[in-house]
T-cell receptor, first 111, second 119 residues
């Protein structure tokens, strides 16, 4: 059964304090691993798609990496506006367009 | 460009009442989805429509029905609401063509959500 586990559940950082969020996954035939950002009261917003182990993608202070078992979202020198819940999802080959989401990591960045 | 629009944003129902959540997208996407989000749990797929004229069950379809009215619109109906259906509901859409990678992965665009409380 496809499964996604994110850790930690919540993370508090000081502005400028770099850290990483973890997404561990089990999936049959990975088609893609997705990172989304969700602000309170809003829908998830797409950040990255990673397709194969070893792939990396960057956007501003965020960098996503992928291995065969997990993905990391590295946040370098975060700012308060990076505060949000970050969701990880995987799409396997078993079901058409079916994404399995993790519960998310709530990130709070304080000045 | 509105993207994915959901209505209503908030709704309170009594147990046994029925209601329909509406969703429309203006991106000419083929596929549309309904998810629910509960505290401490990931987004869970209720139903999806791979293309106009087709619908399929997701992980948690019990107690719900859907209608793909046309390419733009995908509605979710609760026939007899139960307290267990208290949740935040998200509609999403995706393009099954141009945004595929080599592995066929799809990017979803989400609406802002509809918060439903069943008393």
């Amino acid at each position: 059964e496809d499964q996604v586990t994110q850790s930690p559940e919540a993370l508090r950082l000081q502005e400028g304090e770099s850290s990483s969020l973890n997404c561990s996954y089990t999936v049959s035939g990975l088609r893609g691993l997705f990172w989304y950002r969700q602000d309170p009261g809003k829908g998830p917003e797409f950040l990255f798609t990673l397709y194969s182990a070893g792939e990396e993608k960057e956007k501003e202070r965020l960098k996503a990496t992928l291995t065969k078992k997990e993905s990391f979202l590295h946040i370098t020198a975060p700012k308060p506006e990076d505060s949000a819940t970050y969701l990880c999802a995987v799409q396997g080959s078993g079901g058409y367009n079916k994404l399995i989401f993790g519960a998310g990591t709530r990130l709070a960045v304080h000045p | 460009n509105a993207g994915v629009t959901q209505t209503p944003k908030f709704q309170v129902l009594k147990t046994g009442q029925s209601m329909t959540l509406q969703c429309a997208q203006d991106m000419n996407h083929n596929s549309m989805y309904w998810y629910r989000q509960d505290p401490g749990m990931g987004l869970r797929l209720i139903y999806y429509s791979a293309s106009e004229g087709t619908t399929d069950k997701g992980e948690v379809p019990n107690g719900y029905n859907v209608s793909r009215l046309n390419k733009r619109e995908f509605s979710l109906r609760l026939e007899s609401a139960a307290p267990s259906q208290t949740s935040v509901y998200f509609c999403a859409s995706s393009d099954t063509g141009g945004r595929y990678g080599n592995s066929g992965a799809n990017v979803l665009t989400f609406g802002a959500g509809s918060r439903l409380t069943v008393l």
